[in-house]
């Protein structure tokens, strides 16, 4: 009796490959340039999160106060009434936003690669 088939053996190279594939696709994200996309009714806005800056953007009700800091950012004010996007805590990972509803104003972590590949959702 033979201790390893040959099928025990694919399984066990396909399992180490994944892992192995696994552990490198997840650093490679966690390595990526971050940048802070900021959406409003006057456009499109794209921010580093290297420096620190306030930035004050105007809305038909006011003012919104967006903070970036040590590579997270915030909604530091806004004059919405229940300011649900300013008790949001810091967004600082791939994929995390806050929104302020009334205002239609959006922040958002995206990656700085624009190399538009196959990204995990695509693929």
Known sequence: ???????????YLSVL?????GFTYFFSMKSREKSLKIISQKGEFVYSLDEKKTLDFQVDEGVIVVEIEDGKARILSSPCRDK????????SELGEWAACMPNSFMILIVSSNTD????????
């Open 84 to 91: 649900i996007c300013v008790h949001r805590s810091w967004i």
């Open 1 to 11: 009796m033979k201790f390893f088939r040959i099928f025990d053996l694919f399984i």
């Open 116 to 123: 538009g590949g196959v990204d995990a959702v695509s693929f």
């Open 17 to 21: 490959f994944s892992l192995i594939f």
